[in-house]
């Protein structure tokens, strides 16, 4: 792709003397009016694409890698602080979850082993009500579609956004909670393997997500 830079040089004439009405109803100068030196404007430069033309699968790779770009760089940052978030006093493995306004959990990834017990407070950090912007936290099944879940789950308001027809594919869950509130439970870390979690708050499942993972 070659980029050519444009600099047009202009030159304007003006009048020292003020225009005066025409007989043609226009604007003309008035007889033996002066004029001044030239002006010459030098216009900002004007970036013209002369290679070929940009298809429109290039320009929507261009835009998809910029919204996974930011995606990546929204949900990465939550997983680091997940080592000072979850502790184990060898008998309890307690989890500090928080949820945001931003919906972000601040922890993505969680390892714990089979069979033991486990501690979890979910804290809304944010100032969103929990009519509005409540978070929970939903641990499913091993093999369960967060995505047909999590849509399922918009119009269970009444059941605190846990859907009746699939209650039994939850392993553990709490109550939603609104800014500033928090709510812990407990439950025994299932057999080995991986589980998702999500907040099942209308719309929240698409970025408020993250494994549990059963060694």
Do not use: W
Request: glycine share 10%; net charge neutral; charged share 20%.
């Amino acid at each position: 792709m070659k980029l050519t830079f444009i600099f047009k040089k202009i030159n304007v004439r003006v009048y020292q003397a003020p225009f005066q009405a025409g007989c043609g109803g226009g604007l003309q100068a008035p007889s033996g009016a002066s004029r001044a030196e030239s002006v010459s404007i030098v216009p900002q430069p004007v970036h013209v694409h002369t290679g070929p033309p940009i298809s429109k699968e290039v320009l929507v790779m261009r835009t998809l890698v910029g919204v996974l770009s930011l995606f990546f760089l929204l949900t990465a940052a939550p997983a680091s602080l997940a080592e000072d978030a979850v502790s184990d006093d060898g008998s309890v493995v307690t989890i500090n979850l928080t949820g945001n306004d931003a919906l972000q959990y601040n922890v993505t990834e969680i390892k714990v082993a089979a069979g033991r017990k486990i501690k979890l407070t979910l804290t809304h950090i944010g100032k969103g009500t929990k009519e509005m912007m409540g978070h929970n936290f939903v641990l499913l099944k091993s093999g369960i579609d967060v995505v047909q879940f999590g849509l399922a789950a918009v119009s269970a308001r009444d059941t605190g956004f846990i859907p009746e027809a699939k209650k039994d594919d939850v392993l553990a869950h709490t109550t939603v909670v609104g800014g500033g509130e928090s709510v812990t439970i407990e439950f025994d870390a299932p057999a080995a393997g991986t589980y998702e979690y999500l907040c099942s708050f209308t719309g929240h499942f698409g970025t408020m997500r993250g494994k549990l993972v059963v060694e």
